[in-house]
């Protein structure tokens, strides 16, 4: 069946490092994947899409690489802040009517 | 523009009590969505809704009924609650397009306790 993994151990980093999350998966093969950030007690907020026929997305101080031979997707955050402190979940879409599959998430803790 | 709104926020239910959640978008989104996340787990689908008059099972639909009411609401029904069904509901929207790859805006969620 399809598997979505994100690292379940909560991340932690100091201000001004950059913070890399990592989204894998098995026995699918998506056609796009995005990234959504989820704050305690709030939905998820969309970040980031990236194709299967793209390599890497750029946005501000956000990077998505997207690897479909290793089945892995990086998310990065350059000079992270501690604003970036959240809950960041993968999702991978299988096309159609945009049905998503997520992953459980990562929680990220940047320390000043 | 207020996006997606869900009532209620909290509520708490007794074994075999009914309910129903509801959901609203004001961004003229075709697709409406109904999740539940539990701890550990990702978002996990319940139903679907491509578009006006039509749903659809998602990966957890057993125990729930959905209604897309109009293109803007799509309400969410527990018949029979039961202490497996405590968890937070959210509900999600987004725009309809050819390959579905539109990011979807949810909103602010239903923690739901049954007892």
């Known amino acids: 069946s399809q598997k979505i993994e994100q690292n379940s151990e909560a991340l932690n980093i100091q201000e001004g490092k950059t913070a890399t999350l990592t989204c894998n998966y098995t026995?699918?093969?998506?056609?796009?994947l995005q990234w959504y950030r989820q704050d305690p007690g709030r939905g998820p907020v969309f970040l980031l899409l990236?194709?299967?026929?793209?390599k890497e997305k750029r946005k501000e101080r956000l990077k998505v690489t997207f690897d479909t031979t290793l089945k892995q997707s990086l998310f990065h955050i350059t000079a992270s802040q501690p604003a970036d402190s959240a809950t960041y979940l993968c999702?991978?879409?299988?096309?159609?009517?945009?049905?998503?599959?997520f992953g459980a998430g990562t929680r990220l803790a940047v320390h000043p | 523009n207020a996006g997606v709104t869900q009532t209620p926020k909290f509520q708490v239910l007794k074994t075999g009590q009914s309910m129903t959640l509801q959901c609203a978008q004001d961004?003229?989104?075709?697709?409406m969505y109904w999740y539940r996340q539990d701890p550990g787990m990702g978002l996990r689908l319940i139903y679907y809704?491509?578009?006006?008059?039509?749903?659809d099972k998602g990966e957890v639909p057993n125990g729930y009924n959905v209604s897309r009411l109009n293109k803007r609401e799509f309400s969410l029904r527990l018949e029979s609650a039961a202490p497996s069904q405590t968890s937070v509901y959210f509900c999600?929207?987004?725009?309809?397009?050819?390959?579905?790859?539109?990011?979807?805006?949810f909103g602010p969620g239903t923690r739901l306790t049954v007892t």
């Open positions: 999600a929207s987004s725009a309809q397009g050819t390959g579905g790859s539109y990011e979807q805006y």
């Open positions: 026995n699918y093969s998506p056609a796009y």
């Open positions: 990236i194709r299967e026929n793209e």
């Open positions: 999702a991978l879409g299988p096309g159609g009517y945009n049905k998503l599959i």
């Open positions: 961004m003229n989104h075709n697709s």
């Open positions: 809704s491509a578009s006006e008059g039509t749903t």
